[in-house]
């Protein structure tokens, strides 16, 4: 018998703060779930005020369709790297508007265990605009502390090797420890491990909306 949680969403939206987190922490359940749902991928700040990253929005848009999420699909913000403290009220509303305009049932952001300001901030403001919806938070490895994966989602070879793919679109990041594909492949299998799976990506819940039925009907 199959005694897995089943859970669906058809419209998922995933928020990160900068290009790559949404990958790092999603990148394999984005490319197992992208043929069946209606995906937005929302990154906030494009990071074009840092000279050094000026082919990163091209690398964000090729590590997507590697996933599987066509460019129309990929939001790209104009808010200033490190400076989201400062815009608390304008990402509040610009989560407002994407909730009333896109109404997903499944919101993913980065982990409360995450200690950069940017991170933080998205979390925060996503949970007062997303009230009602169920969100899971995603960890980036560099920047989190005490994460621990309290919701874990099965994904499969094929998936992994997505995910292996589109983190190497990020020629701008291809020295950075957090995108070793040994690194990734391992925290694959350790969290599937801990779900007594070959591999599963691994969230924390930030809110859980839910309703509890006596059959599958």
Known sequence: ??????FFGKRVCFIGAHPDDIELGCGALIAHI???TDIRCVTLSDNQKNPLLKNLVGEHYQSMQTLGVPKEK????????RRFPQARQELLEYFIELNRSFKPDLVFVHT?????QDHQTVVDEALRAFRGTSVLGFDVLRSSYGFFPSFLVG????????????LAQYKTYESKYYFDPQ???STLIRHGALAERQFAEGFDILRIVGQFRCSAD
Not at 1 to 6: A, G, R, T, V
Not at 112 to 116: C, P, T, W
């Open 74 to 81: 990929v939001i790209l913000g104009n808010f200033e790297t």
């Open 155 to 166: 994904v499969d070879e094929n998936d992994v090797e997505k995910k292996l793919n589109a």
């Open 1 to 6: 018998m199959d005694h897995d949680l089943s």
């Open 183 to 185: 690194i990734t492949r």
């Open 112 to 116: 409360k265990s995450d200690i950069h």
């Open 34 to 36: 992208a043929n069946d």
